[in-house]
């Protein structure tokens, strides 16, 4: 939508040059390709973009496109241009959005304003339904009325911002900042609306029924309009929701029996909370401590506590440095935790001595930790991967005395890596397996997260922590960047 956004503004700003049609053709085409290029050739901006190039060519060359084929044809330049888009769920959104958006403007045409004010949004909603279940176990009808005011706003802020960054203007940036203010205040709102959303386990059963549901409504809206044909449809409608409530497709995430694992906004640093199925919980990490604040303080204990823990099966400093233990002490204060995990090593630090000091303190258990220790959970297996005393005694960087963890549960396995680099790797070759999710070693750092690594573990899906002034990430063409921000990874494993 933003390119799309771009790209009207510059047109009408190369309509007003009184430009030749070719010229604004060849202008335009130029700026459309610097900006993509700038954004990194994301799935969904070039699908955009290859469009409206698409059209533009149509202008020129005076000929009429089919919708259906124009949209076919973005998909295959997007296609040839990065074959592992298909595997981008953005770009199967992108495609299905904008198909589902040019299927409703014509068909919908001539109908009463109001009815084409909703009609995009609400058949782009219904197409992309099947995909937001199966990847996010989330569809959110709310998006139909939000739609009609973040759309203004986004057109708004997106050319504002663009040209306060050309231009050096203060006050243009203002402006678009003030709409993006109000974008996400439109979203909080309807995030926040009840029964705006429809909330289910990700996968392919709510896939089904989603795309069940759009069946029906394609049936409805085909049938000939009598009064007792839509009536008899629409309970069948009726009818449908109820039995997949009564199967619990639609069974809220917040009390499925899952493994459920929070990464903590603490800037630079890692703090990870899991909450095995029965509600018990494990810490890794507690986040910095330092003149910007106790992360442990300011982030991780108000988070437990708004989440209903009262005391913590487990705690893992994974190794003695400060953006990792700092925030530490302070949840050993709020909380009882019953042993605490650490490498085990001596170390000169004022800082790390006083958590040990706290734990000690506190009365919880200390065990440092070995290759082949196991914490069993409600199902859940807590193992340590590394290091081992031989390894542990020959290191003189601490990151990779790193506790390193194996998370599993059913056929899930989560491997917490630390600050661990490549020669930790390089050790622990052959014997991890692959993983469904890895929470990426220091970082994202150079010295981490070797291409032989991940040719071994092919996670599913990377997490980077990592704050806005610390180490720059690297992107791998095999793991994600999550960023810093809040969130919490589900999975619904298959246990017995």
């Known amino acids: 939508m933003h390119v799309g956004f771009f790209a ?75 074959p592992w888009a298909v595997q981008s769920i953005g770009a ?21 304003r109001s009815v084409r004010l909703v009609a995009p949004a609400a058949a782009a909603t219904l197409l992309t339904a099947p995909i937001t279940a199966y990847a996010f176990g989330t569809v959110a009808p709310i998006g139909v009325v939000a739609n009609l005011v973040a759309i203004p706003l986004a057109g708004l802020a997106v050319p504002g911002l663009i040209v306060a960054l050309l231009i050096s203007s203060s006050w243009l940036a203002a402006g678009a900042g003030l709409c993006l203010a109000l974008l996400d205040l439109v979203a909080k709102e309807a995030a926040a609306l009840p029964g705006g959303h429809f909330i289910m386990i990700a996968g392919w059963r709510a896939a089904a029924i989603w795309t069940g549901v759009l069946v029906v409504t394609w049936w409805l809206w085909n049938a000939p309009r009598r009064r007792w044909i839509v ?171 790193s506790v390193i963890l194996l998370v599993t549960y059913g056929t899930t396995r989560l491997l917490f890596a630390g600050d661990a680099g490549i020669p930790t790797e390089t050790h622990l070759a052959g014997r991890v397996g692959r993983v469904t999710l890895l929470k990426v070693g220091h970082h994202g750092s150079r010295g981490a997260t070797s291409d032989r690594w991940l040719d071994e573990l092919q996670p599913a899906d990377a997490v980077i922590s990592v704050g806005a002034r610390g180490k720059k990430p690297l992107r791998s063409p095999r793991a994600g960047n999550a960023g810093a921000a809040p969130g919490a990874w589900r999975h619904r494993a298959s246990h017995r």
């Open 8 to 82: 009207a503004w510059l047109n009408v700003l190369l309509v007003r040059l009184r430009l030749s049609s070719r010229a604004r053709f060849a202008a335009g085409a130029l700026a459309m390709l610097a900006y993509v290029w700038l954004l990194g050739f994301p799935a969904p901006a070039t699908r955009s973009a290859a469009m409206l190039a698409l059209l533009d060519i149509a202008k020129l060359r005076q000929r009429v496109v089919a919708p259906r084929g124009l949209v076919a044809l973005a998909a295959l330049c997007v296609m040839l241009g990065d």
């Open 231 to 401: 009536a008899a449809r629409l309970a069948l409608i009726a009818v449908l929701i109820s039995w997949t409530t009564l199967f619990h497709a639609f069974t809220r995430i917040s009390v499925c029996e899952c493994l459920t694992v929070h990464f903590l906004d603490v800037g630079q640093g890692d703090a990870v909370a899991l909450q095995s199925p029965a509600g018990r919980w494990v810490l890794i990490d507690g986040g910095p401590r330092g003149p910007q604040g106790d992360a442990g303080r300011r982030v991780v204990v108000p988070f437990l506590r708004s989440h209903g823990a009262t005391q913590l099966a487990a705690i893992v400093a994974t190794h003695a440095h400060l953006d990792h233990y700092g925030g530490l002490p302070a949840v050993l204060d709020a909380f009882d935790p019953a042993f605490v995990l650490e490498p085990g090593q001596p170390v000169p630090d004022a800082g790390y001595l006083g958590f040990l000091g706290a734990v000690e303190a506190d009365g919880a258990q200390w065990r440092p930790a070995r290759r082949g220790d196991r914490l069993e959970l409600d199902g859940v297996t807590i193992e340590v991967v590394s290091p081992d005393s031989a390894w542990v005694a020959t290191q003189a960087d601490i990151n990779e005395e």
């Open 92 to 112: 199967w959104l992108s495609v299905a959005a904008v198909a589902a958006v040019i299927w409703a403007g014509r068909a919908t045409e001539h109908y009463p």
